[in-house]
């Protein structure tokens, strides 16, 4: 008996040209249907492909069968759309996109039924909550509130009151550890046995029964970093972004480097979900949203900033201290009664520097002109140093001379927190700080760095070190030399200094945040401004030149050194994008990875107006709002 077949639209999960076909038409069994993912012959070798439509028309050309079908695999119209979405945004192979969709190893069928497992204690939903489960319904929603206790007690009670309705929520984090926090959190208000945390280090097992209880249209609370988007949902009801002021939401280690406050919202609006931002801290973006009142607020009690800035003095100058003796016998006394201490210095290593005692000009990455540090000082019998790029990790051989002037020799300045950890042992006479950088916890599993943290009162580290503090209260903070992060000509580095400011208040709630620096003016004028002066200032500049959160920013990188070719481009765009589209470039840097010069264009305006400019370009990638511009 002949076997019915009919022809349908596959993707296969390749990378593929974002201008090229991303659809294949193959001859298959009547009972293939659209989502489901099969086995394609494409070019040499077999492929895993996503069904995109099915029982199409007969085309005019010889077509190929499909190999095989993955059981009952069907990725959901959710999951379709919003795969749609991000292959469209960040110029990718729709087939490729699709991968990320895919269920855990293992995993080989879809239930048909729903099986509740979450035991949810069935009580009547508070007024409070049903008033905003209301107002969600017609606009997103701001969650601003300092305490982090209260804060996730009534984000529990809200994904308790969906769940109860029989839908499922998204709990999206920025960082692992808060994961941990808020299920904890969930488990003592809501008294539920069973909430789903869902991230990439999590048991294949334990991944492969919280997409079997998605996929089947339970009401569980997923509590997941980035990787929680792609889960099969079937009745989402509520997306909240945590934390949405951390910078770490953004991705930007791989395609399709998802920035998750465009994700997330995007996924809400495709599930038709209610979306909530919630955060600690105003970040401008949220400042922004709040001035225009278009977001229903459920709160906003943002935490309070309490800084103080100690300079070095006249005497701490003309002695060479790493450190103003104020702040010394400060950390001394602090040692003495026991006190638990973080101090922040985002620069590891034994120097920050390696300088030209002439021209006084700092060494810079030859791939990448990131700063270089010395991370190993050789012994004396083995003079010179070992340098490694804090950008990409590359070690440097030490010139003989400086590369700028070509006359002065090359020496280490100013001390990283390997040599800052060894003074303050010294002058404090403690057993010796632990260091949290990532030299320190190369190695080292998430249970031995909280033992690490548990066991040493007193903890130098770098901005690696915030992850693993994540929800630890101490007695004191002291940040050294924060002028250090304040980047320019980037402009968005006074923001990122705020917010990890308020991440370092968080961990002395109600105490000062210790600042130490060379240029207090400098503090002055930015973090350490009174807040309502900041957001005004910067929301001003921001404004003028097009900036997020005034306008989305995508940048174009094309596939090679083509000045020329670049420049009609910008031509192009500027006669497409018109009045509400601002075009610059382009400009040019040099690929960490190929070893080769890039041009780059940034796009500013509205993201739905800016899609539709490069959809059809030959890129060799796109980065919304990326994390460097220059």
């Known amino acids: 008996m002949k076997v019915k077949t009919q022809y349908i639209e596959v993707a296969p999960a390749v990378p593929l040209p974002g201008i090229s076909s991303q659809t294949f038409t193959y001859e298959a069994p009547i009972d293939v249907i659209a989502g489901q993912i099969v086995q394609v012959p494409f070019g040499p070798r077999p492929v895993h492909a996503v069904v995109v439509a099915a029982k199409q028309p007969k085309p005019g050309y010889k077509t190929k069968a499909i190999m095989a079908s993955e059981g009952t695999q069907v990725l959901s119209p959710t999951q379709l759309q919003f795969a749609a979405w991000i292959a469209a945004t960040m110029h990718g192979s729709l087939g490729y996109t699709m991968r990320l969709f895919f269920p855990p190893a293992g995993t080989r069928t879809v239930p048909t039924m729903t099986r509740p497992s979450a035991q949810l204690k069935k009580t009547k939903i508070p007024k409070d909550i049903l008033r905003i489960m209301s107002q969600l319904e017609g606009k997103p929603g701001i969650y601003i509130e300092g305490n982090q206790a209260n804060r996730h007690a009534t984000l529990a009670r809200l994904a308790s009151s969906y769940a109860q309705t029989g839908q499922q929520v998204l709990l999206l984090v920025p960082e692992i550890s808060l994961v941990g926090i808020l299920q904890k959190k969930l488990l003592e208000a809501v008294g539920m046995d069973e909430v789903a945390p869902y991230f990439a280090g999590q048991h ?89 009142e278009a977001p229903y607020t459920i709160a906003n009690n943002p935490l309070t900033l309490h800084p103080t800035v100690t300079s070095m003095s006249f005497e701490d100058k003309k002695n060479r201290r790493l450190l103003p003796q104020e702040t010394l016998l400060a950390l001394k006394m602090d040692v003495k009664k026991g006190r638990r201490v973080f101090c922040l210095l985002n620069r590891r290593g ?117 992850t693993h503090l994540e929800g630890e209260e101490l007695d004191k903070v002291y940040w050294f030399f924060p002028e250090d992060s304040l980047w320019y000509p980037d402009i968005r580095s006074s923001e990122r200094c705020l917010i990890l400011l308020s991440r370092l208040q968080a961990l002395v709630p109600g105490s000062s945040v210790h600042l130490v620096t060379r240029q207090p003016q400098l503090l002055r004028d930015t973090i350490a401004a009174p807040l309502p002066d900041f957001y005004k200032k910067e929301l001003r500049l921001r404004q003028t030149l097009w900036y997020p959160p005034f306008a989305d920013i995508v940048r174009l990188t094309l596939s090679a050194n083509k000045d020329t070719g670049a420049r009609r481009l910008k031509q192009s765009l500027v006669k497409k994008g018109g009045m509400s589209v601002k075009v610059r470039g382009p400009y040019q840097s040099l690929s960490l990875k190929k070893k080769v010069p890039q041009t780059h264009i940034l796009l500013a305006g509205e993201l739905k107006k800016l899609v539709p400019l490069y959809r059809d370009l030959s890129l060799a990638s796109v980065d919304l709002n990326p994390e460097k511009i220059l």
């Open 204 to 292: 294949l097992g334990i991944r492969r029964e919280i997409w079997q209880a998605v996929a089947g249209g339970e009401p569980v609370i997923v509590i997941g970093t980035h990787k929680a988007l792609f889960l099969p949902w079937q009745r989402l009801g509520l997306v909240v972004i945590e934390q949405a002021h951390y910078p770490t939401h953004k991705a930007w280690e791989q395609y399709p480097r998802l920035d998750n406050t465009y994700a997330a919202k995007a996924l809400a609006q495709i599930a038709q979900s209610a979306f909530v931002t919630s955060a600690a801290f105003s970040s401008l973006a949220i400042k922004h949203q709040l001035n225009k």
């Open 350 to 466: 034994t120097w920050q520097r390696f300088a030209c005692k002439k021209c006084h000009r700092h060494l810079t990455c030859p791939d990448c002109g990131s700063p270089v540090t010395v991370v190993l000082a050789h012994k004396k019998k083995q003079p010179g140093f070992i340098l490694m790029c804090q950008g990409c990790h590359k070690k440097i051989t030490p010139p003989a001379l400086c590369p700028a002037c070509k006359k002065g020799t090359l020496a280490p300045s100013r001390a990283g927190s390997q040599q800052v950890a060894n003074m303050l042992q010294q002058f404090t006479k403690a057993s010796g700080p632990a260091r949290l950088d990532a030299d320190s916890l190369a190695g080292l599993s998430r249970q031995e760095v909280r033992k690490k943290i548990q066991t040493h009162p007193f903890i130098i580290g770098t901005n690696a070190a915030l």
